[in-house]
């Protein structure tokens, strides 16, 4: 079974930057796929990113060109750099892993993964 540890995040005001870390164990991990979720209270979590077929990545329009999914194979560690933050970013943060082999579509949802960290929240101040 694949375990993720998630870290990284914080009080942050408006403009500022986070790095979110997740890490991964139990498998190996170039094969999966590793997604970001985020969720605020009263709402469905939302995704944000994820990381598929080697290098490539995918974001959701809100977020592309502030935040960056890279991913450290050697070290089993997915990461999330989050810039230029605005207030409506503010939610606790997921990572998601799966290895299931599917159209990138798929990874939009999150019954597209089956393996998922604890939450980190990010908070950014105005």
């Known amino acids: 079974q694949v375990q993720l540890v998630e870290s990284g995040g914080g009080l942050v005001q408006a403009g500022g930057s986070l790095r979110l870390s997740c890490a991964a164990s139990?498998?190996?991990?170039?094969?999966?796929?590793m997604g970001w979720f985020r969720q605020v209270p009263g709402k469905e979590r939302e995704f944000v990113g994820f990381?598929?077929?080697?290098?490539?990545?995918y974001y959701r329009d809100s977020v592309k060109d502030r935040f960056t999914i890279s991913r450290d194979n050697a070290k089993n560690t997915v990461y999330l750099q989050m810039n230029s933050l605005k207030p409506e970013d503010t939610a606790v943060y997921y990572c998601?892993?799966?290895?299931?082999?599917?159209?990138?579509?798929?990874?939009?949802?999150?019954?597209?993964?089956?393996?998922w960290g604890q939450g980190t929240q990010v908070t950014v101040s105005s």
């Open positions: 998601a892993a799966t290895d299931r082999r599917a159209s990138p579509r798929t990874y939009y949802y999150s019954r597209g993964y089956d393996y």
């Open positions: 139990g498998r190996t991990f170039s094969n999966y796929t």
């Open positions: 990381s598929w077929s080697g290098v490539k990545t």
